[in-house]
C-alpha cells in the first residue's frame, strides 16, 4: 500500500493517534488504512465414506492436493464461501453438515475455516483451478503430496474422529511458520 485510497497522498507507516499499532495512515486526510487478517473457507467434502480431494492446478503448490477452498468474499456467510469454492474448484454441490476445523495462521494474517459437507452424489469435476478431482478413503489420502498444513490439520482431524459420531469435535488449533 503505497497511496491513500481516498485522497492519494502517499501513506505514512506507523503508530495512528489515539491507537497503538503501527498502521498505514493517510498524512493529509487522516484515514487510517487498517489491515486484517483473511478468511480462508473450505469444505471436506463427504461422498460414501470418501474424500474430495483437488489436485492444484494453480500456484502455489501446483500438483499437489488440497481441499477445496479460497478467499471468502464479500457479501457471502462464511458457509456460502466454503460452497461456492467447492463448485468453483470442483463442481460439486455438498450440503454442510458442521463447522469442522478453525485454523489461526496469526503470522501469515489468515485464518482458515474448514466445513464437514456431504455430497449428493458422486459428481466432481476438474476446473481451471483443479487438474485432477478425485474420492478417497481415508486409507488412500495421499499425505505425502497434500498442498497446505492446514488441509492436512483438518483431514487429520476428520480422519481420527469420524467414527466416534454423531457430531465431530471441533478443532481449533493454529499454525505457525516452521
Ligand atoms: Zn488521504
Known amino acids: ?7 492519494a497522498t502517499p501513506l505514512a507507516y506507523g503508530v495512528p493517534p489515539d491507537d497503538n499499532m503501527p498502521r498505514f495512515h493517510c498524512p493529509a486526510c487522516l484515514v ?3 489491515e486484517n487478517p483473511r478468511i ?5 467434502p463427504i461422498w460414501q465414506q470418501q474424500i474430495l480431494l483437488c489436485k492444484r492446478a494453480i500456484e502455489p503448490q501446483l500438483g499437489l492436493w488440497t481441499l477445496p477452498g479460497g478467499f471468502m468474499e464479500n457479501g457471502e456467510t462464511v ?21 469442522l476445523a478453525i485454523v489461526d495462521l496469526p503470522q501469515y494474517h489468515q ?18 483451478e483443479s487438474s485432477e478431482v478425485a474420492l478417497f478413503h481415508p486409507h488412500e ?3 505425502d503430496h497434500l498442498a497446505f498444513r492446514t488441509v492436512r490439520a483438518a483431514l487429520e ?10 457430531g465431530l469435535p471441533l478443532l ?7
Open 1 to 7: 500500500m503505497k497511496f491513500c485510497n481516498q485522497c
Open 32 to 34: 487510517v488504512h487498517y
Open 40 to 44: 480462508i473457507t473450505c469444505t471436506l
Open 79 to 99: 458457509a456460502e464461501g466454503a460452497l461456492r469454492e467447492t463448485w468453483e474448484e470442483a463442481r460439486s454441490r455438498p450440503t454442510i453438515r458442521q463447522l
Open 111 to 128: 485464518v482458515h475455516m474448514f466445513y464437514l459437507a456431504d455430497m449428493p452424489n458422486a459428481d466432481c469435476a476438474p476446473t481451471s
Open 141 to 143: 489420502i495421499p499425505w
Open 157 to 166: 482431524h476428520y480422519v481420527e474422529h469420524r467414527d466416534k459420531g454423531p
Open 172 to 178: 481449533e488449533t493454529r499454525i505457525t511458520p516452521r
